[in-house]
């Protein structure tokens, strides 16, 4: 029993030690911009539509995988069934996290400059962030392919089948990014812009190696990479700050 209490004890000893190094780490920090991936989502209570168990599910519901659905040669060939798919799968009512909170909590206090997100929910928004870069796309911006009239995501969700232009009776896309497609270079160019910008690099909820933001992360020049998320991968130890645990557990002892 005293073993066990001591090696709690220094565990936690070691976290708190971590908690510390992240507050001087941010302290220091002149430009410091955060990049939210789908660790951020999971903590709101969805998983990637290529996680597993959900890909899994979908496929037999649907027949196909994810990959194969939500991707713009499914929503042009195939739009009735593409919208029964995005309606039940995508449009989820995710409400933001206590990291989220956190991190609009920070950029009032003048230490977070940015926010770079790969999520469609605007979590970060509506937690009150101004300077925010949703690499993906949101699901409450839609378009008629037609005229361009802009639709809301209530719109969307209304509709019988497939959501139709009141204007000219065009189809109605969701502003979203799909499986395999270009992302908008506006926000490409934005976000090298601020990772170069950046003195301090967030993690949270991706990591050195994600799928999304690899790439981005060799632009950085900074002194610092933090990493914050719950799982362990082969590059970890190329950040300087490594914390094992969900950012909602995290940021809001930060204080701001």
Request: glycine share 6%; net charge negative; with cysteine.
């Amino acid at each position: 029993m005293k073993k066990g209490r001591v090696q709690k004890e220094r565990i936690a000893m070691q976290e708190l030690n971590k908690l510390d190094t992240l507050r001087e780490i941010i302290d220091r920090g002149q430009y410091i911009v955060a990049l939210c991936g789908s660790g951020m989502m999971e903590e709101c209570g969805i998983y990637p539509l290529k996680e597993q168990e959900r890909a899994y599910r979908i496929e037999e519901r649907y027949g196909r995988s994810p990959e194969y659905l939500y991707t713009d040669a499914f929503f042009n060939t195939r739009t009735e069934m593409f919208y029964d798919f995005y309606k039940h799968e995508i449009l989820a009512d995710l409400e933001p996290s206590a990291s989220t909170y956190a991190l609009a909590a920070m950029e009032r206090a003048g230490k977070l400059k940015c926010i770079i997100s790969s999520n469609i929910y605007e979590l970060s928004e509506r937690s009150g962030c101004k300077n925010v870069i949703n690499l993906h796309g949101s699901i409450y911006h839609n378009h008629c392919q037609r005229c361009g009239k802009t639709y809301s995501v209530d719109y969307i969700r209304q509709a019988k089948k497939v959501p139709y232009c009141e204007v000219c009776g065009g189809v109605i896309r969701p502003d979203v990014s799909f499986f395999g497609e270009m992302l908008d270079s506006e926000k490409l160019s934005r976000t090298l812009e601020e990772i170069e910008k950046s003195d301090v690099l967030l993690l949270l909820g991706t990591s050195l190696s994600s799928e999304v933001f690899h790439n981005y992360i060799k632009c950085f020049e900074g002194s610092k990479i933090v990493l914050i998320h719950n799982e362990e991968t082969l590059m970890d130890e190329k950040a300087d700050l490594l914390i094992y645990d969900e950012p909602k557990n995290i940021l809001p002892k930060l204080g701001y």
